[in-house]
């Protein structure tokens, strides 16, 4: 199974080779792969196509997944923490769920990084160039 979300610069040159430019790499056990798996249609370099075309739509699903994940997770925290705030026993569980909305918050910078970069390309690059990913 493919353990590697990869993104990258793709320039097509004017003789209509490809340069393609590694920007970055997420593990499978990093949250921002199954974000972006479970909202994008990322190929998997096994198949035929090497590549896709990462869209500022594409981005924004995951940033607004995540988005909705953090709102999801800091009202069950705060719900947890009303009914458990007399209760030291419970402070561990607390603890992780903080820890937890960390994690998801260090996802969401990532995909904003990300996003930052389509923009780019869309905006500011030739019309050449693209952002896109593929998991090896």
Same mark, same amino acid.
């Given at each position: 199974?493919? @353990? *590697?979300?990869?993104?990258?610069?793709?320039?097509? !040159?004017?003789?209509?080779?490809?340069?393609?430019? !590694?920007?970055?790499?997420?593990?499978?056990? #990093? #949250?921002?792969?199954?974000?972006?798996?479970?909202?994008?249609?990322? !190929?998997?370099?096994?198949?035929?196509?090497?590549?896709?075309?990462?869209?500022?739509?594409?981005?924004? *699903?995951?940033?607004? #997944?995540?988005?909705?994940?953090?709102? @999801?997770?800091? *009202?069950?925290?705060?719900?947890?923490?009303?009914? /458990?705030?007399?209760?030291?026993?419970?402070? #561990?569980?607390?603890? /992780?769920?903080?820890? %937890?909305?960390?994690?998801? @918050?260090?996802?969401? %910078?990532? /995909?904003?990084?990300?996003?930052?970069?389509?923009? !780019?390309?869309?905006?500011?690059?030739?019309?050449?160039?693209?952002?896109? /990913?593929?998991?090896?």
């Amino acid at each position: 199974m493919s @353990s *590697k979300l990869k993104f990258y610069k793709l320039s097509v !040159q004017d003789n209509d080779n490809e340069k393609v430019t !590694q920007i970055i790499s997420f593990s499978r056990n #990093d #949250d921002i792969f199954n974000y972006f798996y479970d909202n994008c249609n990322i !190929q998997d370099s096994y198949s035929g196509m090497k590549y896709s075309i990462i869209s500022e739509s594409d981005v924004e *699903k995951v940033v607004n #997944d995540i988005n909705d994940d953090i709102r @999801s997770e800091e *009202k069950r925290l705060s719900e947890y923490e009303k009914y /458990a705030m007399r209760d030291p026993k419970y402070i #561990d569980d607390i603890l /992780a769920m903080k820890e %937890h909305i960390g994690d998801l @918050s260090r996802t969401l %910078h990532y /995909a904003e990084f990300i996003r930052m970069m389509v923009y !780019q390309s869309n905006f500011l690059c030739d019309s050449n160039d693209k952002i896109v /990913a593929n998991i090896l």
